[in-house]
């Protein structure tokens, strides 16, 4: 149980001995609210990458492909606990592939806002362009030493 101190009298947590408890049950609220999010985004994340109908508004038979993606994905997480993938290691490794993946995000970002084309004759200040190439470059150097170091 957590214990504090204060002028050497000790003082429990407001929820007194239902600290851990009420501790236990805001993780897993955590988790319960996290679940979904996920999931969706990345058939939220599909369906736009390959023009599907979408949303959770949708039938089922309406969007398919988005449902399918969606129950997939829930899958794969609940079987990543059955076969003893470590979550916080997982999350671990997904913000490496993240930070390793970003900066060539931002050079596509970096592209396509320059192309007067493509924006519609209002590509993005001067200034954003630098912002972008520097956080890009930035995210290069880190990438490089984290292998080299």
């Not at 490794?93 to 930070?99: F, H, L, T």
Request: glycine share 8%; net charge positive.
């Amino acid at each position: 149980m957590l214990r504090l101190f204060r002028r050497n009298q000790l003082v429990l947590p407001v929820a007194g001995a239902f600290a851990a408890t009420l501790y236990t049950l805001g993780i897993i609220g955590v988790g319960t609210l996290a679940i979904p999010t996920l999931t969706a985004s990345a058939a939220y994340a599909f369906a736009e990458t390959f023009k599907w109908m979408q949303g959770l508004n949708e039938s089922f038979r309406g969007a398919t492909c988005f449902y399918a993606v969606l129950l997939f994905s829930t899958l794969v997480g609940i079987a990543m606990n059955f076969v003893g993938v470590n979550p916080v290691r997982a999350l671990f490794w997904a913000a490496i592939v993240n930070g390793l993946l970003a900066p060539f995000l931002l050079i596509g970002i970096l592209i396509v806002a320059s192309d007067r084309e493509i924006m519609r004759g209002d590509p993005s200040s001067r200034l954003s362009r630098m912002v972008v190439a520097i956080t890009a470059l930035a995210m290069f150097g880190a990438a490089i030493g984290m292998f080299v170091l």
